[in-house]
């Protein structure tokens, strides 16, 4: 069996190199992977590789920054001729992305069969590129592998239930493999964070950064917090830090540092009093290191990182924020919501499953011939 992952963002690299360890000693998989280039600073992609231990991508299409639409489009006219010339069992494709949505689609043109991991998740805001980015993909996609019972449930709603399953979720294995390693860190800035005596904060989701006033507001919460709380760390992406400037931002409280590693993410999720962020993935990270965690977004689609306070919604609305912040250390406790940490297994028996039983070998090399 051949499979072929499409991936392009940072937690994209981290929910694939479950899949590279898991196929690493099967003869009887091959599995390439195609790095659109979405993300493409060293700090947003090179250094994943490294930490993860996985080699290099067969390909990268270096598709950079761009409008949406340009963007995605430049994946589908470059991730064509590479599966055509590839021709997978299987294109798997994972989150919300646009290196997902261009994967699924330029796979489903070539009549390539796709799996989709991270099914079923909605946000139910359709101003967010993310949440397009999902819908389009579960109705296009042949497996729908979800993360938890409740993305199945969304999937339920829409009629989709026939094609997916429950696996558990991918980040899970990738925290599960590399906690120890994680926390035993002593990163270069560990000095600034003493163990439960800073909060962490990332913010970088569009519906933040590109509103001015929603991102003073959340600067302004998080200056509050670290004025009266705790120190607050901020790593920042490259999309905010370009907004900061655009805003003349000088930080008064809050420390700012480019963006972490994999490895530094986690041992400071586990480090940090609280989280602040606004990021799908940072929230589950912080549920799985138990770290209370504050989203400042209206809505989320890990809803069960919602019970018994673990994860609390705040919007962007600095009271909010701060009562959050005060009570975040009362959270739990914490229930095993996110599998056993054997996604990646469950995955790859799903995929030769589906081939087997309703795809046929020869179906999908045939069609791209
Ligand atoms: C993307 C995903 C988002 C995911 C996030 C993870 C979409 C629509 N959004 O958001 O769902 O949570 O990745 O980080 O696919 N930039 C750089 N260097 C880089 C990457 C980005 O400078 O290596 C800057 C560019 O100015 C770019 C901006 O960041 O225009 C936004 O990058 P983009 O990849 O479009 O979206 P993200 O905000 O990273």
């Known amino acids: 069996m051949k499979i072929l992952s499409v991936i392009g963002t940072r937690p994209q690299f981290v929910k694939a190199a479950v899949i590279c360890r ?13 790095d659109t280039g979405q993300h493409y600073d060293a700090a947003m992609s090179d250094v994943f590789f490294q930490e993860l231990g996985i080699p290099a991508p067969e390909y990268n299409l270096a598709v950079g920054s761009a409008s949406h639409g340009i963007q995605t489009g430049e994946m589908l006219k470059r991730l064509d001729p590479v599966l055509v010339s590839e021709k997978p069992d299987w294109v798997l494709v ?21 799996a989709h991991i991270e099914a079923g998740m ?28 409740y993305a199945l449930d969304n999937l339920r709603k829409e009629r989709l239930e026939d094609r997916a399953l429950v ?17 035993a860190r002593s990163a270069s800035f ?5 163990a439960n005596e800073f909060a962490l904060a990332t913010i970088h989701r ?25 120190p607050v760390l901020l790593p920042v992406h490259p999309r905010t830090r370009g907004m900061l400037a655009n805003l003349g931002y000088e930080p008064s409280h809050i420390k700012i540092v480019e963006p972490v590693s ?15 962020t606004d990021s799908g993935g940072v929230q589950k990270e912080a549920y799985f290191a ?11 689609e890990w809803n069960e990182t919602l019970e018994n306070g673990c994860n609390v919604l705040t919007g962007a609305d600095e009271a909010k924020i701060f009562s959050a912040a005060l009570s975040a250390r009362r959270a739990g406790p914490w229930r095993a919501v996110f599998g056993a940490g054997d996604a990646a297994e469950q995955i790859l028996q799903a995929l030769q499953g589906a081939r087997e039983l309703t795809l046929g070998p020869s179906m999908v090399s045939s069609s791209v011939a």
């Open 22 to 34: 898991a196929t690493r000693n099967r003869a009887e998989i091959v599995h390439k992977v195609v």
């Open 94 to 114: 994972y989150g919300d992305t646009n290196s997902t949505l261009a994967g699924v689609l330029a796979a489903s043109k070539l009549h390539i069969a796709t």
């Open 122 to 149: 909605r946000s139910y805001n359709r101003s967010a590129p993310e949440e397009i980015n999902r819908l389009l993909t579960d109705k296009i996609a042949d497996l729908l592998l979800c993360a938890t019972p």
């Open 167 to 183: 696996t558990g979720d991918v980040m899970y294995d990738a925290y599960l493999t590399v906690r120890e390693a994680a926390e």
């Open 190 to 194: 560990a000095s600034a964070c003493p």
């Open 206 to 230: 569009a519906d933040n950064t590109d509103n001015p006033d929603r991102l003073k507001t959340l600067l302004g919460a998080l200056e509050r917090v670290a004025r009266e709380i705790c």
């Open 262 to 276: 994999y490895l530094n993410m986690l041992y400071l999720l586990k480090r940090a009093c609280f989280v602040m």
């Open 290 to 300: 138990q770290t209370p965690c504050i989203t400042m977004r209206d809505e989320t």
